[in-house]
Structures are given as C-alpha cells and as structure tokens.
C-alpha cells in the first residue's frame, strides 16, 4: 500500500462522519498539489501524503500541543491559532506515517508559507488556496494565475496579499512572517517580469573585464 493511500485512509476515518466538507477540501487540495507536482517536476506521491495530511489536525484540541510541540510554537500559536492545526498536522504526519523532512515542512507551513520554501512546500501552500472549492475571489483568480498563466510566483504572491487583505478586513494582524514571505514572493515576481523582458541581470558589475574580445 503506497503511504498516500494510507493518508487518505487516515483523514477519511477522521472525517467521513462529522466533518464531510473538510474531507472535500482535503480531496481537492490532493488533486491540485498532485497536477502542481506534474507541473513543475515534484515527487508526486509526496505532494499527495502532505495534501492529505495538511488539515489532518484541524479540529483537533490545542491543549494537544503541551507537551508536542516546543515552547516558542505554543507561544506563537497563541498568538496566532490558526497555526496550530499546522503544527500538530506535521507531528501527526511524523507519527502516523513517516520522517521526510520535506513533507513535515510542506504540512507545518501550509498556512502563508514560509520564506526560502521548497517547491513541495510552495504547492502545498498554494493548493490549500486554490482548490477547486475555493470560491473567495481572491482565490478563484490565483487559481486563474496557476492553471491559466502557468505563473506559481504570482499566485503565491497574490494569495498572501489576499490572505493579508483578508486579515485586516476582520480586524485582525498578520503573521510578521507571513509579510515576509510576500514581500519574497513580490521580489521574485518583478525578478520573473525583469527576465521575461531581458533586463534580470544579476552578474551586473561582477564580470565586466573578463572576455579579451569586446561584446
Ligand atoms: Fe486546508
């Protein structure tokens, strides 16, 4: 039995009975972080065991992280309580089905993300935005930037720009990480503009000299 299945037989028995339209969610982050991994050269079966693992621990109690999770999380989390589900997600992740570093990361950071995010990690983020039953505006059109524009950057971007937006709409601050990250993920999209039009030149000032012949 390949461990995705063994993810998806996990979160169907979580949820089959009470939580039915989580289990949709979940389905949906799955077959979006898999077309992603296709897309852009990940290992698939992993981007399916973090898909359906990503929400295992939604519902789940914070009193559980005593003792699970370190001092600093339960702290942020406190701040922040949308984190816990993530956080405990990835311990459950490493009890329940195994230690790939990569996978743990991609659960435990799916909320905005984080900054220097692998590309597992990047999907995983993304596809929890952009699923098909998404029906927020804002993801409806990173959804658009994804699958019609081929553009991931951009759809990172604007997601976390949606997710801020979002945020302080309902009276509440945003992650200082979460910031981060976009203000990253806004770097990258003006770097990917700059190359598309040819003017991305990062060796600018360092090679100048080298070539005996003039160009
Ligand atoms: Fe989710």
Redesign the pocket.
Known sequence: MLLSDKAKALVIEKYKDSHKHRLA??FG?AEMAEYLAIKYGVDKEKALIAAYM??YSKYDDPKEAIGILKDEEIKECESYPFLYHAYLSAENYKKLLGNDLDIYNAIKY?VFGRENMSILEAIIMIA?YTEKNRTYPSCIECRKILVEDNDLNLAIYKSLEGMIEFAKREGLKPHPKQVLVMEEYKRKVEEDVARRNNRWLPWKGKCEGYLSIWY
Request: proline share 0%; hydrophobic share 30%; glycine share 0%.
């Open positions: 969610h979940i982050v990503h929400d799916h929890d």
